[in-house]
Structure formats: structure tokens, C-alpha cells
């Protein structure tokens, strides 16, 4: 009986493993028909700056490590500060996606090269022209003189799932033709300055190297193009993000046609709405954009979208979070007309806005304000009247400049000495006896929203006055 009770045991254990087995895909197929026609791809470059590799900063200061940093080789120039030659550096991957040599790599692959050489996978090695690259996107569009090239299958990146397994092929620090497999971990990622791209991010393995290579579904379609990790060694640590392949493809049409790309536009600076915000608003939850400035002669403008409104759609799509507005605008063409369903004044209202094009973004010079006489107000804040010459360094056409902080709310809700205070409670500051007016009327136990500007930048935030 005890031998039987141990066979029953074994055999049910053999069943389990043999079951598991069968339900993990089988790569082999995938990688015979795909592997064609990824390629390797190096630059020849011209000769690095000496001067010691910059630390990556964070917005306070502090230096970050190895954080969303893009795949590719950087010379240390501690090493070696005698002049370099030319010579092809292994950057990253690509594929090909027409038989008549039209393949698609990262933006930042091949960024400043003098030459880009593709290695195909019979070694042929052929130089490229870079037919456009966009920075925005990360994505670059390379021709090469060849026929009857193999191609990968284009797939959609709106059809995958989360959990689905992916698999990528590249050359990571040069092994050509890696493959690495793994799950979509998350859709629609915004990450740090990279306000265009809704990342796919997944737990595939990804180096150095395999920048620029194809992200495959099980059906052997390319879904997106492997582009950054996030890593504090340097190497992969269970957190990679592919562009999705139909923004890629879209980027790489305007490329081939205009050689560059168009984005909408609507010209507004938005901020994240948290939870004392959402209440001061009177918002059922924490989500959408918050409007904190208005671009003067933008599209917003003149569809009448105010400073303080809160997009919680666009297109009918959800603005969960202020990052995934950019992704909705930028994907609309210039010129067509925008449904966006706002809150303003805890009402719901939706308005039409014909999108603009995306202008180049300048840098504004701002210069350090110096403290002017001030006054007394219910929020223990020491404020003055801004003048014109503040008014225009800081772009403002009205508001009240803060001298100094004491106890109090103020204090409390985060304001510091040199914010210009534009907007309390949904009211416009005019002056100081406009601002001591609209704080003196500001219910106690309430929190309510206060429009500053601080160093030229534009936000909201919550303050409440004790009851």
C-alpha cells in the first residue's frame, strides 16, 4: 500500500512538472524567423571632450547614479585624455523593416555620429544614412543599399496585455543575436524627460547594447523598440522600457516623408494633483492635470482654458496622472480639434481646442528677485506689491510678491520668500489689498487652492486655514 501511496506521489509530481512545462512558450521558432533581420550597429564618432563625465543631478541637488540612462558606451576620458582616432564603437541594435534596407534603431544610438555602420546577420557589414532621427521619441530611421533583406513582422503595441511574454533580440556589450525573454510588467509609463512616449515596461533582460533592438510578442511581431533601463549598478535589474512600435512607426513615417515630426500642441504647464489638492478643488479622487499656467497666443488660450481648471479627459481618455497628458496631445495632428472635459469651479465642463503644433522649447532666462516693502494678511504672510520689472522677468501680469514667511498656514502649505502669489481660492490677486481681502474671507478647517510662481515655474498648491 505504501508502495502504491509512493507511485501515486511520483506520478502526480512528474504530471505537475510536465504541465508547467507545457504552458511556457517555446522560443526556438521565433528566434530562427526573427534573428535575420536584427542587425548590429556602430558609429565612428569624433573624439571625446577630456574634461571628466558629468554626475547625473536631481532637482535638488543631489547627484543620481546610473538612473534612466540610455544605452550606450561612454568613454571615460579619466583614462585616456589623448586625442582619439575614428574607430567603429559597438553602440546598439536595430531592424530591418523592408526588404529595400529601411531599418529603425534609437535617437540616441546613433546622436553626433560622423558614420554609422550595420552589421547584418550574414556579417555584411554596409555603411547607413540616417534618413531622420527624432529626439523626442528616442527613434531614428536608417537606410541601407541592399535588396531582398529580411524583415521582422510589425505587430500592435495597443493589443499587448500585461503579462503577456516578450522577447528581445540584440547585441548586448557586442554578443550579437542575444535573446532574452520575459513579461510586460506595466503599460504607458512616463518616465523623466521623456514626455512623448508611452513606455512599455517589462522585466526582459536588457544591457548595454541591445539598445535600438526589437521587443517580439509570441506571435513573432515587433511591439516595441528596447530603449532605456533602470538600473543602479549599471546593468539590468527587472525594470526595461521599449517605445511602443506604433509610435515608432508613426515617428518613422513623418521621418521618411518630411524628414522630421510634427506633434500637437494644446500650451499649457500642468502639475500632479495629490491629495490635499484634489480636496481643495473638491475632486471625488487624486487624478487628472492640473492647469498652472496658461501659455499666452497657445491653443488653450484661445480655446478659453484657464489657470486652476483640472483635465481629467482628453479624447475620451482618462488623464489618471499629469504625465499622460502629453502622450494624448502629441499624438493628435495639428489642427484638429481636441474634446477636453475640465473641472472648473467643482463643475464639469467640456471644451473643444483646435491643437497647435509643438514649438521648440526655449529656455527662459529669469533673474533673482530682490524683497520689497510688505504687509500683513489672515495667512501670517509677509507680502508686497510685485512691480513691472518683476512682472516681466517673471511673466506674470498680476499678484503679490512674498518678503517673508512667519508661523502659520502659510508656513505650512510650503510658500518661501520670493514666491509671487497669483491666485488664492479661484480668484485672481491683483494686489495686496485684493490678497488681504480673499485670505481674510477663507473659511477655517477647509484647504483651498493658491496659484505662485516660484523661480518661473507655476504650480499650485493647498493651503488650509486652522479652524
Known amino acids: 500500500m505504501k508502495h502504491l501511496i509512493r507511485l501515486i506521489i511520483s506520478l502526480s509530481i512528474v504530471i505537475s512538472f510536465s504541465v508547467s512545462a507545457a504552458e511556457l512558450p517555446d522560443f526556438k521558432s521565433l528566434v530562427k524567423e526573427a534573428s535575420p533581420a536584427v542587425v548590429n550597429i556602430s558609429t565612428v564618432q569624433k573624439s571625446q571632450s577630456s574634461n571628466p563625465l558629468h554626475p547625473f543631478i536631481g532637482p535638488n541637488g543631489e547627484e543620481i547614479p546610473e538612473m534612466f540612462r540610455h544605452f550606450f558606451r561612454i568613454p571615460d576620458s579619466r583614462k585616456d585624455q589623448r586625442p582619439r582616432r575614428k574607430t567603429p564603437q559597438s553602440l546598439g541594435s536595430g531592424f ?21 555602420i550595420v552589421r547584418l546577420a550574414d556579417r555584411r557589414e554596409l555603411e547607413a544614412e540616417v534618413v531622420g532621427s527624432d529626439e523626442r521619441s ?18 500592435e503595441s495597443k493589443e499587448l496585455e500585461v ?150 479627459k482628453f479624447e475620451g481618455s482618462e488623464v489618471n496622472l499629469s504625465s499622460d497628458l502629453p502622450h494624448f496631445v502629441g499624438r493628435v495632428k495639428p489642427g484638429e480639434t481636441a474634446r477636453v472635459e475640465i473641472v472648473r469651479s467643482g463643475k464639469k465642463k467640456i471644451i ?9 522649447q526655449d529656455e527662459i532666462a529669469l533673474a533673482q528677485q530682490q524683497p520689497v516693502p510688505g504687509s500683513d494678511n489672515p495667512l501670517n504672510l509677509d507680502v508686497a506689491e510685485l512691480d513691472p520689472e518683476r512682472k516681466k522677468q517673471w511673466q506674470v501680469t498680476s499678484g503679490v510678491i512674498v518678503k517673508s514667511v512667519k508661523q502659520g498656514p502659510g508656513a505650512d502649505a510650503g510658500l518661501m520668500a ?39 515655474s507655476p504650480m499650485f498648491i493647498p493651503v488650509k486655514i486652522p479652524e
Do not use: C
Not at 526588404?99 to 558614420?115: P, R
Not at 541601407?144 to 505587430?155: K, Q
Not at 473643444?352 to 521648440?360: A, K, Q, R, Y
Not at 485670505?439 to 493658491?450: C, F, R, W, Y
Open 138 to 155: 528616442d527613434v531614428a530611421l536608417l537606410k541601407i543599399e541592399a535588396d531582398d533583406l529580411p524583415t521582422v513582422e510589425l505587430g
Open 352 to 360: 473643444g481646442v483646435e491643437i497647435g503644433l509643438l514649438p521648440n
Open 418 to 456: 520670493g514666491d509671487v502669489i497669483t491666485m488664492l481660492n479661484g480668484e485672481k490677486v491683483t494686489s495686496v489689498r485684493s490678497f488681504n481681502a480673499i485670505s481674510a474671507s477663507l473659511q477655517g478647517g477647509k484647504a483651498v487652492p493658491m496659484r505662485i510662481v516660484r523661480r518661473g
Open 96 to 116: 530591418i523593416i523592408s526588404s529595400d534596407g529601411y531599418l529603425l534603431t534609437n535617437h540616441h544610438v546613433i546622436s553626433g555620429a560622423d558614420k554609422v
Open 163 to 312: 503579462g503577456e511574454w516578450v522577447l528581445a533580440i540584440g547585441s548586448p556589450f557586442g554578443f550579437d543575436h542575444s535573446v532574452t525573454a520575459g513579461i510586460v510588467s506595466a503599460k504607458e509609463r512616463a518616465l523623466a524627460n521623456e514626455t512623448y512616449v508611452p513606455f512599455i515596461q517589462t522585466d526582459v533582460a536588457i544591457n548595454p547594447g541591445n539598445s535600438g533592438g526589437p521587443l517580439f510578442n509570441l506571435n513573432g511581431e515587433v511591439v516595441g523598440i528596447n530603449s532605456q533601463i533602470y538600473t543602479r549598478s549599471g546593468g539590468f535589474m527587472g525594470l526595461s522600457f521599449a517605445i511602443p512600435i506604433d509610435v515608432a512607426m508613426d515617428v518613422a513615417d513623418q521621418l521618411k516623408e518630411d524628414g522630421f515630426v510634427t506633434r500637437g500642441w494644446l500650451g499649457v504647464i500642468i502639475q500632479e494633483v495629490n491629495r490635499d489638492l484634489a480636496e481643495s478643488f473638491g475632486l471625488e479622487k487624486p487624478a487628472g492635470a492640473l492647469i498652472a499656467k496658461v501659455l499666452p497666443s497657445s491653443p488653450a488660450e484661445d480655446a478659453g482654458l484657464q489657470e486652476g481648471d483640472v483635465i481629467l
